[in-house]
Nanobody, 122 residues
Framework: QVQLVESGGGLVQAGGSLTLSCTSS????????MGWYRQTPGGQREMVAV???????TYADFVRGRSVLSRDPGRNMLNLFMMRLRSEDSGVYLC????????????????WGQGTQVTVSS
């Protein structure tokens, strides 16, 4: 069982920046993918930024060029730095991690944090 805890959300003015952090209870080196998703008011989740074993992060179009995903293996953390924030960026941001403990057998495990609120004021 993996626990994911998010932090770093809050209230920020448009044009400002913040850093979201996700701390994993297990070694993040075990994860096949790990990233950030945003939850819409209707409960849907959209990908924001995801790290995979390719080593090259994937970004959603709406944050590409103004966000940086980084890993901190020493603290089992995944961070998302967001800059030039807009009111449209507001929402609940969730951390996600996926892993398959047996590459050729068994199910993929899928874990989610509780989320952290980001509110961008105009």
């Amino acid at each position: 069982q993996v626990q994911l805890v998010e932090s770093g959300g809050g209230l920020v003015q448009a044009g400002g920046s913040l850093t979201l952090s996700c701390t994993s209870s297990e070694n993040i080196a075990l994860m096949d993918t790990m990233g950030w998703y945003r939850q819409t008011p209707g409960g849907q989740r959209e990908m924001v930024a995801v790290w995979s074993r390719s080593g090259v992060p994937t970004y959603a179009d709406f944050v590409r060029g103004r966000s940086v995903l980084s890993r901190d293996p020493g603290r089992n953390m995944l961070n998302l730095f967001m800059m030039r924030l807009r009111s449209e960026d507001s929402g609940v941001y969730l951390c996600n991690a996926k892993l398959r403990r047996r590459p050729t057998e068994g199910p993929e495990e899928d874990y989610w944090g509780q989320g952290t609120q980001v509110t961008v004021s105009s």
